[in-house]
């Protein structure tokens, strides 16, 4: 003979819904707008040569420089980082034997800037370098800004409000917290502007006649995306 179920004392919390303690599911959201903690540069520096050897040092000479215009801004600068470095034969298209034509050579830097005051006028010298493409500037949160926690604990205050209107509404109210998932919380999407100047260029790139960008920094928008699941009591239908 089968054994009564064993009553689940009124108000524990369950996995699952009961007449007595009913589960309630809802969604809490938030979205934060700020103003950018960083801003970074993709700089690509190029040299062009018959000679593979030539080639290196014109690339090398031109990365020295541009090291140097980014190391003189000093505290400005958060970090400074190189990445792919490439020299590229190009062959020649036609006869019968492999031929090299001309020698590629490239270098990409990344620059994380924090004093956007010396934003514009870097952007510009570095445009006005030799064979030097730049891309951005792209705004960023730090990953660590206190925005993004803000946004998460703003979407837990609206998931437990909406979770208490919905017992209201019942006549009942929460009990307790059952699940709380984390689905998402990052920053909006950041648009990049490029910039290109192929132009040879002495000495720090004509600074005197280049002026300094007038750039605006994007705020940023954050996002933070939970489901939660609450307990509550017996409604009064």
Avoid: C
């Avoid at 951005?136 to 609206?158: F, I, K, M, N, T």
Wanted: aromatic fraction near 4%; charged fraction near 25%; proline fraction near 8%.
């Amino acid at each position: 003979m089968d054994q009564p179920a064993t009553p689940v004392p009124y108000g524990t919390p369950v996995p699952y819904g009961t007449p007595d303690t009913p589960r309630l599911a809802v969604r809490g959201e938030a979205r934060l707008e700020a103003d950018p903690e960083i801003a970074r540069l993709g700089i690509t520096v190029s040299a062009r040569g018959s000679d593979r050897r030539a080639a290196l040092e014109d690339l090398t000479r031109r990365n020295k420089h541009v090291l140097d215009l980014v190391k003189s801004y000093g505290e400005a600068i958060e970090t400074l980082e190189t990445g792919a470095f490439t020299i590229t034969p190009e062959l020649t298209a036609k006869g019968r034997h492999e031929r090299v034509r001309a020698y590629h050579g490239r270098v990409h830097l990344t620059v994380t800037i924090t004093d956007f005051t010396a934003l514009g006028e870097l952007t510009t010298r570095l445009g006005d370098a030799e064979l030097t493409t730049v891309n951005g500037p792209r705004w960023a949160l730090r990953p660590d800004s206190p925005v993004h926690r803000e946004a998460r604990q703003e979407a837990v205050r609206q998931a437990v409000r909406r979770a208490r209107e919905y017992a209201e509404a019942l006549g009942a109210s929460l009990v307790a917290l059952v699940e709380l998932a984390d689905l998402e919380a990052e920053a909006g999407p950041m648009t990049p502007v490029a910039m290109a100047a192929p132009r040879a260029r002495s000495g720090y790139g004509g600074a005197e006649s280049a002026p300094a960008l007038d750039l605006e920094p994007e705020r940023q928008t954050v996002y933070a995306h939970l489901n939660a699941r609450f307990t509550m009591t017996r409604p009064e239908l």
